[in-house]
T-cell receptor, first 114, second 116 residues
Framework: DGGITQSPKYLFRKEGQNVTLSCEQN?????MYWYRQDPGQGLRLIYY???????QKGDIAEGYSVSREKKESFPLTVTSAQKNPTAFYLC?????????????FGNGTRLTVT | AQTVTQSQPEMSVQEAETVTLSCTYD???????LFWYKQPPSRQMILVIR??????QNATENRFSVNFQKAAKSFSLKISDSQLGDAAMYFC?????????????FGTGTRLKVLA
Protein backbone atom coordinates (compact mmCIF):
# COMPACT_ATOMS: atom_id res chain seq x y z
CA ASP A 1 0.00 0.00 0.00
CA GLY A 2 1.16 3.50 -0.74
CA GLY A 3 1.88 5.86 2.06
CA ILE A 4 4.29 8.05 3.96
CA THR A 5 6.77 6.59 6.41
CA GLN A 6 8.31 8.69 9.14
CA SER A 7 11.01 7.29 11.33
CA PRO A 8 11.67 6.96 14.12
CA LYS A 9 8.42 7.39 16.03
CA TYR A 10 10.24 8.72 19.10
CA LEU A 11 13.59 10.48 19.10
CA PHE A 12 15.65 11.73 22.02
CA ARG A 13 18.62 14.04 21.74
CA LYS A 14 20.83 16.12 23.93
CA GLU A 15 20.79 19.86 23.56
CA GLY A 16 23.38 21.10 21.09
CA GLN A 17 23.16 18.08 18.79
CA ASN A 18 21.76 18.12 15.28
CA VAL A 19 19.16 15.46 14.51
CA THR A 20 17.62 14.30 11.23
CA LEU A 21 14.05 13.11 10.87
CA SER A 22 13.30 10.76 8.01
CA CYS A 23 10.33 10.99 5.65
CA GLU A 24 9.77 8.65 2.71
CA GLN A 25 6.73 8.41 0.43
CA ASN A 26 5.77 5.93 -2.30
CA UNK A 27 2.70 7.80 -3.50
CA UNK A 28 4.55 9.37 -6.42
CA UNK A 29 3.60 12.80 -5.10
CA UNK A 30 5.52 15.80 -6.30
CA UNK A 31 5.09 18.04 -3.26
CA MET A 32 6.27 17.27 0.26
CA TYR A 33 5.91 19.21 3.49
CA TRP A 34 7.16 19.37 7.06
CA TYR A 35 4.91 20.65 9.83
CA ARG A 36 5.56 21.18 13.50
CA GLN A 37 2.76 20.62 16.01
CA ASP A 38 2.75 22.16 19.47
CA PRO A 39 -0.16 22.19 21.92
CA GLY A 40 -2.55 25.05 21.19
CA GLN A 41 -0.68 26.15 18.06
CA GLY A 42 -1.98 23.82 15.41
CA LEU A 43 0.28 22.78 12.55
CA ARG A 44 2.92 25.24 11.51
CA LEU A 45 4.75 24.89 8.20
CA ILE A 46 8.52 24.51 8.41
CA TYR A 47 9.56 23.75 4.82
CA TYR A 48 7.97 22.47 1.66
CA UNK A 49 9.22 21.18 -1.66
CA UNK A 50 7.41 21.13 -4.97
CA UNK A 51 10.01 19.26 -7.01
CA UNK A 52 13.33 17.51 -6.58
CA UNK A 53 16.26 19.77 -5.70
CA UNK A 54 13.97 22.66 -4.83
CA UNK A 55 12.37 23.70 -1.54
CA GLN A 56 10.93 26.79 0.13
CA LYS A 57 10.87 28.08 3.67
CA GLY A 58 7.62 27.96 5.52
CA ASP A 59 6.57 30.13 8.44
CA ILE A 60 9.02 28.77 11.02
CA ALA A 61 12.11 27.65 9.07
CA GLU A 62 14.73 29.11 11.42
CA GLY A 63 16.86 26.40 12.97
CA TYR A 64 15.80 23.76 10.44
CA SER A 65 17.20 22.51 7.14
CA VAL A 66 15.94 20.11 4.48
CA SER A 67 17.05 18.41 1.28
CA ARG A 68 15.14 16.91 -1.63
CA GLU A 69 17.58 14.79 -3.62
CA LYS A 70 14.98 12.18 -4.52
CA LYS A 71 11.28 12.51 -5.21
CA GLU A 72 10.49 9.95 -2.52
CA SER A 73 12.53 11.46 0.30
CA PHE A 74 12.40 14.73 2.22
CA PRO A 75 14.51 14.57 5.41
CA LEU A 76 14.37 17.33 7.99
CA THR A 77 17.38 18.29 10.10
CA VAL A 78 16.75 20.04 13.39
CA THR A 79 19.90 21.98 14.13
CA SER A 80 21.30 23.20 17.42
CA ALA A 81 20.17 26.69 16.39
CA GLN A 82 16.52 25.74 16.89
CA LYS A 83 15.68 27.21 20.29
CA ASN A 84 12.73 24.98 21.20
CA PRO A 85 13.08 21.77 19.20
CA THR A 86 10.95 19.52 21.41
CA ALA A 87 7.74 18.97 19.43
CA PHE A 88 5.75 16.58 17.29
CA TYR A 89 6.81 16.67 13.63
CA LEU A 90 4.56 15.67 10.76
CA CYS A 91 5.61 15.00 7.18
CA UNK A 92 3.04 15.20 4.40
CA UNK A 93 2.76 15.02 0.63
CA UNK A 94 0.34 15.93 -2.13
CA UNK A 95 0.08 15.66 -5.92
CA UNK A 96 1.30 18.98 -7.25
CA UNK A 97 -1.30 19.52 -9.92
CA UNK A 98 -4.43 18.52 -8.00
CA UNK A 99 -5.43 21.59 -6.07
CA UNK A 100 -8.31 19.91 -4.32
CA UNK A 101 -6.18 16.98 -3.23
CA UNK A 102 -5.74 16.78 0.51
CA UNK A 103 -2.43 16.36 2.22
CA UNK A 104 -1.43 12.79 3.00
CA PHE A 105 0.35 12.55 6.34
CA GLY A 106 2.87 10.26 7.93
CA ASN A 107 2.44 9.05 11.50
CA GLY A 108 4.76 11.66 12.90
CA THR A 109 7.95 11.78 14.96
CA ARG A 110 7.99 12.95 18.55
CA LEU A 111 11.33 14.70 19.21
CA THR A 112 12.46 15.35 22.76
CA VAL A 113 15.57 17.41 23.38
CA THR A 114 16.96 17.66 26.90
CA ALA B 1 -1.44 36.31 3.73
CA GLN B 2 -4.17 33.83 4.38
CA THR B 3 -5.10 32.87 7.92
CA VAL B 4 -7.35 30.22 9.43
CA THR B 5 -9.03 30.70 12.81
CA GLN B 6 -10.66 28.10 15.01
CA SER B 7 -12.08 29.98 17.96
CA GLN B 8 -13.19 26.97 20.01
CA PRO B 9 -10.20 25.30 21.72
CA GLU B 10 -12.47 22.61 23.15
CA MET B 11 -16.01 21.35 22.64
CA SER B 12 -18.09 18.62 24.26
CA VAL B 13 -21.01 16.68 22.87
CA GLN B 14 -23.22 13.96 24.23
CA GLU B 15 -23.11 10.66 22.37
CA ALA B 16 -25.73 10.54 19.56
CA GLU B 17 -26.12 14.33 19.61
CA THR B 18 -25.01 16.86 17.00
CA VAL B 19 -22.11 19.28 17.34
CA THR B 20 -20.78 22.06 15.12
CA LEU B 21 -17.14 23.12 15.03
CA SER B 22 -16.42 26.57 13.68
CA CYS B 23 -13.71 27.75 11.31
CA THR B 24 -13.21 31.12 9.71
CA TYR B 25 -10.54 32.15 7.26
CA ASP B 26 -9.19 35.30 5.76
CA UNK B 27 -8.26 35.52 2.09
CA UNK B 28 -8.51 37.86 -0.86
CA UNK B 29 -8.60 34.97 -3.31
CA UNK B 30 -11.69 33.66 -5.03
CA UNK B 31 -10.41 30.20 -5.84
CA UNK B 32 -9.37 27.98 -2.94
CA UNK B 33 -10.01 24.70 -1.17
CA LEU B 34 -10.96 23.95 2.40
CA PHE B 35 -10.45 20.81 4.42
CA TRP B 36 -11.30 19.36 7.80
CA TYR B 37 -8.87 16.89 9.35
CA LYS B 38 -9.33 14.68 12.40
CA GLN B 39 -6.43 13.77 14.68
CA PRO B 40 -7.33 11.02 17.16
CA PRO B 41 -5.10 10.12 20.12
CA SER B 42 -2.94 8.05 17.75
CA ARG B 43 -1.99 11.43 16.21
CA GLN B 44 -2.57 10.15 12.69
CA MET B 45 -4.08 12.95 10.56
CA ILE B 46 -7.23 11.77 8.78
CA LEU B 47 -9.12 13.72 6.14
CA VAL B 48 -12.75 14.18 7.14
CA ILE B 49 -14.17 16.32 4.36
CA ARG B 50 -13.17 18.82 1.68
CA UNK B 51 -14.90 21.75 -0.06
CA UNK B 52 -14.09 23.55 -3.27
CA UNK B 53 -14.81 27.29 -3.00
CA UNK B 54 -16.39 27.41 -6.46
CA UNK B 55 -19.04 24.90 -5.41
CA UNK B 56 -22.10 26.35 -3.73
CA GLN B 57 -23.33 22.99 -2.51
CA ASN B 58 -22.10 22.04 0.93
CA ALA B 59 -20.01 18.86 1.07
CA THR B 60 -21.25 15.86 3.03
CA GLU B 61 -19.58 12.60 4.02
CA ASN B 62 -21.91 10.30 5.93
CA ARG B 63 -22.39 11.87 9.39
CA PHE B 64 -20.10 14.80 8.57
CA SER B 65 -21.24 17.87 6.69
CA VAL B 66 -20.05 21.43 6.28
CA ASN B 67 -21.76 24.80 6.25
CA PHE B 68 -19.73 26.79 3.76
CA GLN B 69 -20.51 30.49 3.73
CA LYS B 70 -18.16 32.02 1.17
CA ALA B 71 -19.15 35.64 1.72
CA ALA B 72 -18.71 35.29 5.45
CA LYS B 73 -15.52 33.24 4.98
CA SER B 74 -16.86 30.57 7.27
CA PHE B 75 -16.44 26.80 7.02
CA SER B 76 -18.03 24.99 9.94
CA LEU B 77 -18.14 21.22 10.43
CA LYS B 78 -21.28 19.50 11.67
CA ILE B 79 -21.04 16.04 13.17
CA SER B 80 -24.36 14.26 13.49
CA ASP B 81 -25.10 11.26 15.71
CA SER B 82 -21.78 11.72 17.50
CA GLN B 83 -19.92 8.57 18.42
CA LEU B 84 -17.21 7.90 20.98
CA GLY B 85 -14.78 7.38 18.11
CA ASP B 86 -15.32 10.98 17.00
CA ALA B 87 -13.36 12.21 20.01
CA ALA B 88 -10.26 13.86 18.56
CA MET B 89 -8.59 17.12 17.61
CA TYR B 90 -10.15 18.65 14.53
CA PHE B 91 -8.20 20.97 12.25
CA CYS B 92 -9.50 23.24 9.53
CA UNK B 93 -7.15 23.87 6.59
CA UNK B 94 -6.98 26.19 3.59
CA UNK B 95 -5.23 25.80 0.27
CA UNK B 96 -5.02 28.46 -2.42
CA UNK B 97 -6.24 27.58 -5.91
CA UNK B 98 -3.69 29.88 -7.51
CA UNK B 99 -1.24 28.19 -9.80
CA UNK B 100 2.15 27.86 -8.18
CA UNK B 101 0.83 28.05 -4.62
CA UNK B 102 1.22 24.84 -2.68
CA UNK B 103 0.90 25.83 0.95
CA UNK B 104 -1.76 24.36 3.20
CA UNK B 105 -2.57 26.62 6.14
CA PHE B 106 -4.02 25.14 9.32
CA GLY B 107 -6.00 26.49 12.22
CA THR B 108 -5.06 25.86 15.84
CA GLY B 109 -7.55 23.04 16.24
CA THR B 110 -10.60 22.17 18.34
CA ARG B 111 -10.50 19.31 20.79
CA LEU B 112 -13.81 17.42 20.70
CA LYS B 113 -14.87 15.35 23.68
CA VAL B 114 -17.72 12.87 23.30
CA LEU B 115 -19.58 12.07 26.51
CA ALA B 116 -21.16 8.65 26.98
Amino acid sequence: DGGITQSPKYLFRKEGQNVTLSCEQNLNHDAMYWYRQDPGQGLRLIYYSQIVNDFQKGDIAEGYSVSREKKESFPLTVTSAQKNPTAFYLCASSPQRSYNSPLHFGNGTRLTVT
Amino acid sequence: AQTVTQSQPEMSVQEAETVTLSCTYDTSESDYYLFWYKQPPSRQMILVIRQEAYKQQNATENRFSVNFQKAAKSFSLKISDSQLGDAAMYFCAYRSGNSGTYKYIFGTGTRLKVLA
